[in-house]
């Protein structure tokens, strides 16, 4: 059972130091502006996006907060550390903050739902609230591992880590486009999920909260734009509960597996794909492509 306080309204008590590097990453963009851009800090901003889209997504959300695949001990430091060079937090914190959030998802208690505080709240007001404190009642089973909660207590040493590992490779335009840049969108882009995610797409199974899918998210954040199916089916390490949905993250964590990397990635229930069917035979709109959908505008109505 939630604890009563859990099922409040999150009460506002907006911090600065909390939401400080926030602040700083995006006043440091502007930095371009006196660095300048180049060709290979492009690149290793791009490259850096969407190896650390994935380090979020497989790690941080498939792994951490929902247990959906196993891992080694080594491999599972890897994602954490690789998670927190995207500057969103400590592993703990994050997978322990998502926990919470499926339980309450768009309900009294919900640290980011649009239904509950708006839009502009749920994608980055939440941010300044105080939310710094990790809950570890609803993290045990990763407090147990020491190095986690060591990272956990260093949140942005990876990320200054990587930053000035950037900077010694390829300059201030590496650090103000490479590190700084890639970091921003990173953050704007798994915010959506928080967000858009609650609000625009096509809703396919009937969940008690506002989820959607959206084709144009799951393409940005790697297959997390299929919030809908999420959202019904936790459990699973895909979220693109059918072959037109693409899913690049799962498609990795399967590369991942052949390696022997990672091993019993947990598949959607055939109940599961069958009420998903069911559903679109029930409201006559067929399964469609991603390529579909996004002629469609996304699916939204």
């Known amino acids: 059972m939630l604890e009563t306080s859990m ?29 300048g851009v180049t060709m290979a800090a492009v690149w290793c901003g791009i490259g850096l996006y969407w190896l650390r889209m994935f380090a979020v997504t497989a790690g941080y959300h498939r792994y951490f907060a929902h247990r959906t695949f196993k891992t080694s001990r080594v491999a599972q430091f890897v994602l954490a550390f690789l998670a927190q060079t995207s500057a969103q937090k400590g592993v703990l914190w994050w997978a322990s903050h998502h926990r919470r959030h499926h339980a309450l998802t768009d309900r009294p208690g919900d640290l980011h739902s649009p239904r509950q505080d708006g839009l502009f709240y749920a994608h980055v007001g939440w941010i300044f609230n105080h939310t710094s404190e990790t809950n570890w009642n609803g993290i045990r089973d990763f407090a147990r591992f020491p190095e986690l909660r060591l990272l956990n207590r260093f949140p942005l040493a ?9 900077t010694f490779w390829l300059g201030w335009p590496g650090l103000f486009v490479g590190f700084f840049a890639s970091t921003v969108v990173l953050w704007h882009a798994s915010f959506t ?63 991942l597996a052949w390696l022997g990397i990672v091993w019993e990635l947990r598949p959607v229930p055939q109940r599961i794909l ?12 067929p399964p469609q492509s991603a390529v579909a959908l996004a002629a469609d505008g996304g699916g939204r109505r």
Not at 18 to 28: I, N, R, S
Not at 234 to 255: H, I, K, P, S
Request: hydrophobic share 45%; glycine share 8%; net charge positive.
């Open 7 to 35: 099922l409040e309204r999150t009460p506002r008590r907006y911090e600065l130091m909390g939401a400080l590097p926030f602040v700083v990453a995006h006043l440091a963009v502007l930095g371009v502006f006196w660095s």
């Open 158 to 166: 990876p990320a200054i880590l990587l930053a000035a590992a950037v």
């Open 193 to 255: 999920i928080n967000s858009l995610a609650h609000r625009i797409g096509r809703r396919r199974f009937q969940t008690h909260d506002n989820s959607r899918n959206n084709v144009w998210l799951a393409l940005l954040t790697m297959g997390e734009g299929w919030h809908n199916n999420h959202h019904r089916f936790v459990g699973t390490a895909r979220q693109g509960f059918y072959w037109y949905e693409v899913d690049a993250t799962y498609y990795l964590l399967r590369g």
């Open 274 to 285: 069958d009420e998903g069917r069911h559903h679109e035979v029930a409201t006559a709109r």
